[in-house]
């Protein structure tokens, strides 16, 4: 099977530079013709009608120049002195970046706003521990493989005995915790958002709500790995600032499986030590609005511009930043003329609980939330084992299936007409399109990606080279997510699937009809590469 790797990667790059030297030859006749006709006919702004969506800003990306901001960043994170690693964290060189969007921004003609707000930055000390003894044994947990301190724990440490909610899913409903007493701690079970309805963050408010003095929470048997500590806090309505006043800790389905048969056949008595320290940081999200467009259907395009404070996040999300801002920037040269109103987002602290967009979501009134028609959202679009995702709009809450579908439809579309492999991906609000997602009533949304911490598959490689058994991005998260991370062929391909996009939606005349009748007409239609007799991998929610 190693054999096969190169011709695979042979392939997908030999198919890339034919197609980009047939464009090359179409754009050097296109552009000609479009400067003589612009010269003798067409005044100076861009018209971008339904027949040139893939002529205008699709064709104007040009990668040199997301690289050119990739560099930049990278020299941000280089700069930064309060961390022994670079990195553009919201602890470190966020607002430095933040203020490299904005003067670029300026510079082009854009009136920048910023959003200013308070995060909560909850960091894991070294030596917390989950012990305990059944018959006289110690068992003393492993942290990082049977147990983790979940981000919004408070600090502390507990003794206490072990209270198993009787309820396989409960804890969800602060009434199954009827019977609980006082300080002892709680274990819960997290059976994903289908059985629970709810998330890690909501079992551990309510156990600290019906007085546990800490609280585990075990996966179900549908996932069988560990939670990460850095598991996101779910619900946009909640209130940035708020942190659970207990211990919170998470175990694996085989712990918790273990605490459960213990706890059943004796009194069982736990010790806890969570050792986490809480900073305060101030930061902010960057917003450029076009001021031409329809603001009563409004596209929110964005990308989350932060690190983690181990890195410098150049693939994690400096592409997709870069790529926001590239299009920006095209806008402003193309004197585009958008019937609907667009609005370029940069989110802060995304890597802290996407806390960016919840508090942008938060916050906005009623009337300015009626106003989004959808968020197209851009997050690792570099990735150097990469795959080209869409995510699954078919999958969306209730209510807005219908529009995030059919703006999944018009992302597959640029990788049809290219006879480019892309894949599916669930829709499981990840990414700072989450909040949009999450409102009530939930706003239409969409996204690309190109992989993170998850391993490539055997059919992923046949279809867009690379290695399988070996993760998307080998750095992620890590100190090596540098500009010599990126995969600018990739990036390349979904900067000009979401130009491609774009350029279809913000020419729309009636936006709300757009998105639900086009996905209708479509609907009993297959794929432009199901017709040529291939198929786009779908992976399972």
Request: contains cysteine; hydrophobic residues 40%.
């Given at each position: 099977?190693?054999?096969?790797?190169?011709?695979?990667?042979?392939?997908?790059a030999?198919?890339?530079q034919?197609?980009?030297?047939h464009?090359?030859?179409?754009?050097s006749v296109?552009l000609?013709?479009?400067?003589?006709?612009?010269?003798i006919?067409?005044p100076?702004?861009v018209?971008?009608?339904?027949?040139?969506?893939?002529?205008?800003?699709?064709?104007s990306?040009?990668?040199d120049?997301?690289?050119?901001h990739?560099?930049?960043?990278?020299?941000?994170?280089n700069?930064?002195?309060?961390?022994?690693?670079?990195?553009?964290?919201?602890?470190?060189a966020?607002?430095?970046?933040a203020?490299?969007?904005?003067?670029?921004?300026?510079?082009?003609g854009?009136?920048?706003?910023?959003?200013?707000?308070?995060?909560?930055?909850?960091f894991?000390?070294?030596?917390?521990?989950?012990?305990?003894?059944?018959?006289?044994?110690p068992?003393?947990?492993?942290?990082g493989?049977q147990?983790?301190?979940?981000?919004?724990?408070?600090?502390?440490?507990?003794?206490?005995?072990?209270?198993?909610?009787?309820e396989?899913?409960?804890?969800?409903?602060?009434?199954?915790?009827?019977?609980?007493?006082?300080?002892?701690?709680?274990?819960?079970?997290?059976?994903g958002?289908?059985?629970?309805?709810c998330?890690?963050?909501?079992?551990?408010?309510?156990?600290f709500?019906?007085n546990?003095?800490?609280?585990?929470?075990?996966?179900g048997?549908?996932?069988?790995?560990?939670?990460?500590?850095r598991?996101?806090?779910?619900?946009?309505?909640?209130?940035?600032s708020?942190?659970?006043?207990?211990?919170a800790?998470?175990?694996?389905?085989?712990?918790?499986?273990?605490?459960?048969?213990?706890?059943?056949?004796q009194?069982?008595?736990?010790?806890?030590?969570a050792?986490?320290?809480?900073?305060?940081a101030?930061?902010?999200?960057?917003?450029?609005?076009?001021?031409?467009?329809?603001?009563g259907?409004?596209?929110?395009?964005?990308?989350?511009?932060?690190?983690?404070?181990?890195?410098?996040?150049?693939?994690?999300?400096?592409?997709?930043?870069?790529?926001?801002?590239?299009l920006?920037i095209?806008?402003?040269?193309?004197?585009?003329?958008?019937?609907?109103?667009?609005?370029?987002?940069?989110w802060?602290?995304?890597?802290?609980?996407?806390v960016?967009?919840?508090y942008?979501?938060?916050?906005?009134?009623?009337?300015?939330?009626?106003?989004?028609?959808?968020?197209l959202n851009?997050?690792?679009?570099?990735?150097p084992?990469?795959?080209r995702?869409?995510?699954?709009?078919?999958?969306?809450?209730a209510?807005?299936?219908?529009?995030?579908?059919?703006?999944?439809?018009?992302?597959?579309?640029?990788?049809?007409?290219?006879?480019?492999?892309y894949?599916?991906l669930?829709?499981?609000?990840?990414?700072?399109?989450g909040?949009?997602i999450?409102?009530?009533?939930?706003?239409?949304?969409?996204?690309?990606?190109?992989?993170?911490?998850?391993?490539?598959?055997i059919?992923?490689?046949k279809?867009?080279?690379?290695?399988?058994?070996?993760?998307?991005?080998?750095?992620?998260?890590q100190?090596?997510?540098t500009?010599d991370?990126?995969?600018?062929?990739v990036?390349?391909?979904?900067?000009?699937?979401?130009?491609?996009?774009?350029?279809?939606?913000?020419?729309?005349e009636?936006?709300?009809?757009f998105?639900?009748?086009r996905?209708?007409?479509?609907?009993?239609?297959?794929?432009?590469?199901r017709?040529k007799?291939?198929?786009p991998i779908?992976r399972?929610?």
């Amino acid at each position: 099977m190693d054999e096969e790797k190169p011709l695979v990667r042979i392939s997908e790059a030999s198919k890339r530079q034919r197609r980009r030297a047939h464009r090359c030859t179409i754009l050097s006749v296109v552009l000609l013709i479009i400067f003589l006709v612009c010269v003798i006919v067409i005044p100076t702004s861009v018209i971008v009608g339904r027949n040139s969506k893939r002529s205008t800003l699709p064709r104007s990306i040009d990668c040199d120049n997301i690289k050119k901001h990739l560099e930049k960043l990278q020299e941000i994170a280089n700069a930064n002195n309060n961390s022994e690693v670079p990195s553009r964290s919201v602890l470190n060189a966020y607002n430095e970046s933040a203020e490299f969007v904005t003067e670029t921004l300026r510079e082009k003609g854009f009136e920048v706003t910023h959003q200013l707000f308070e995060v909560p930055l909850n960091f894991e000390m070294a030596g917390s521990f989950l012990n305990t003894s059944f018959q006289g044994i110690p068992f003393n947990f492993q942290i990082g493989v049977q147990f983790n301190v979940l981000r919004y724990s408070a600090p502390g440490t507990v003794s206490s005995a072990l209270w198993v909610n009787p309820e396989p899913e409960g804890g969800c409903d602060p009434a199954s915790f009827e019977g609980m007493p006082a300080g002892e701690i709680a274990l819960l079970t997290y059976e994903g958002p289908t059985v629970s309805n709810c998330s890690f963050y909501d079992l551990a408010r309510n156990a600290f709500q019906s007085n546990a003095a800490a609280v585990i929470i075990a996966y179900g048997a549908a996932y069988r790995g560990l939670a990460p500590s850095r598991s996101r806090i779910t619900g946009p309505n909640m209130e940035v600032s708020e942190l659970i006043p207990i211990p919170a800790l998470s175990v694996s389905y085989d712990i918790g499986q273990q605490l459960r048969l213990m706890a059943a056949s004796q009194s069982l008595e736990m010790m806890l030590f969570a050792n986490t320290e809480i900073r305060v940081a101030t930061t902010y999200n960057v917003f450029a609005t076009m001021p031409r467009g329809d603001p009563g259907t409004t596209i929110i395009v964005g990308s989350h511009l932060d690190s983690v404070p181990a890195g410098p996040g150049i693939n994690d999300n400096g592409s997709g930043s870069s790529v926001n801002l590239e299009l920006a920037i095209l806008f402003a040269d193309l004197n585009i003329q958008p019937k609907n109103k667009v609005t370029f987002a940069w989110w802060a602290a995304e890597e802290w609980g996407l806390v960016g967009s919840r508090y942008y979501i938060r916050t906005l009134s009623p009337e300015a939330k009626a106003n989004i028609s959808l968020n197209l959202n851009m997050d690792m679009l570099g990735s150097p084992n990469y795959f080209r995702g869409v995510y699954n709009g078919s999958a969306a809450p209730a209510g807005i299936e219908t529009q995030s579908e059919t703006l999944m439809q018009i992302l597959e579309e640029y990788f049809c007409e290219d006879e480019e492999a892309y894949e599916i991906l669930p829709f499981t609000g990840r990414s700072d399109y989450g909040p949009f997602i999450d409102n009530i009533p939930p706003i239409p949304a969409g996204a690309v990606a190109t992989g993170a911490d998850g391993s490539k598959t055997i059919v992923e490689r046949k279809a867009f080279g690379g290695f399988a058994n070996v993760p998307y991005d080998t750095c992620y998260h890590q100190s090596c997510d540098t500009i010599d991370n990126v995969d600018f062929d990739v990036l390349e391909d979904m900067a000009e699937s979401v130009a491609g996009a774009l350029q279809i939606l913000l020419e729309e005349e009636n936006m709300e009809d757009f998105l639900m009748q086009r996905t209708d007409s479509y609907r009993k239609a297959t794929s432009c590469l199901r017709e040529k007799g291939s198929n786009p991998i779908i992976r399972g929610d």
